[in-house]
């Protein structure tokens, strides 16, 4: 069940730093002093070390703000259909050859953006939390601007052994942009499932034959989500 507001939690964006596992809260968060300090210890440090109530009124999550803002800090992974999964992943040049390979270096890192260059990928693949997925690239750019995405046709296909993609993360906490999604065959999805709570960023994808299939019948779908 979706947690009550009355219950203590927000709706809102939480205003945090990111862009990937950053949990420093923003200085328009509007976690800060919405606490409940009967339930702090005047001892507790937050995770930076720093006092746990510093404005009168203890902010919500691990981090109390505190003025202080880090720069945030971008981190890639790279993937090439002509790279190594024994690679390290952090340069075009030292490429993952998969892109579940570097969706799980991404994560080691405490998240990261995964840059997939133009090719043909045969697998599914799983997006984890603070995991950001973007295809179109020729294999040299230096940011996502330079991407042309109808140049580097970046295909993930499944060869009808299940859904493509499967975005893992709740929240806004990941991201799928620029891909050619084929021939994917799943339960809930063929192209694209997101699970529960999960609210992805999905843009500049084609989905192609990709289908459904239930106990009587086998329909197309492209992309599906339960809430």
């Not at 803002?69 to 890639?76: G, I, K, L, S």
């Not at 599914?124 to 580097?152: C, M």
């Amino acid at each position: 069940p979706v947690p009550s507001a009355e219950a203590g939690n927000i709706f809102a964006d939480p205003g945090l730093v990111g862009p990937y596992a950053n949990l420093h809260l923003s200085a328009n968060s509007p976690g800060r002093n919405t606490g409940e300090n009967t339930h702090v210890d005047p001892a507790w440090l937050d995770f930076d070390g720093e006092p746990r109530v510093a404005e009168g009124v203890v902010d919500m999550g691990a981090d109390e703000f505190s003025g202080f803002v880090p720069e945030p800090e971008v981190r890639r992974v790279y993937v090439s259909a002509d790279g190594d999964d024994a690679a390290g992943g952090l340069s075009w040049t030292e490429a993952k050859r998969t892109i579940q390979q570097g969706i799980d270096t991404a994560f080691s890192l405490g998240g990261a953006e995964v840059w997939v260059a133009q090719g043909a990928y045969p697998e599914i693949v799983q997006v984890k939390p603070f995991t950001y997925l973007h295809g179109g690239f020729a294999g040299n750019e230096q940011s996502l601007d330079e991407r042309d995405l109808l140049a580097n046709q970046t295909v993930i296909d499944a060869q009808q052994l299940g859904t493509v993609v499967t975005m893992d993360a709740p929240g806004p906490y990941s991201a799928l942009t620029g891909f050619a999604i084929i021939n994917g065959r799943g339960f809930f999805g063929g192209g694209v499932y997101c699970r529960p709570l999960s609210a992805p960023l999905i843009a500049n994808n084609r989905i192609f034959n990709c289908v459904t299939t239930r106990i009587f019948e086998t329909v197309s779908s492209g992309l599906a989500g339960r809430y």
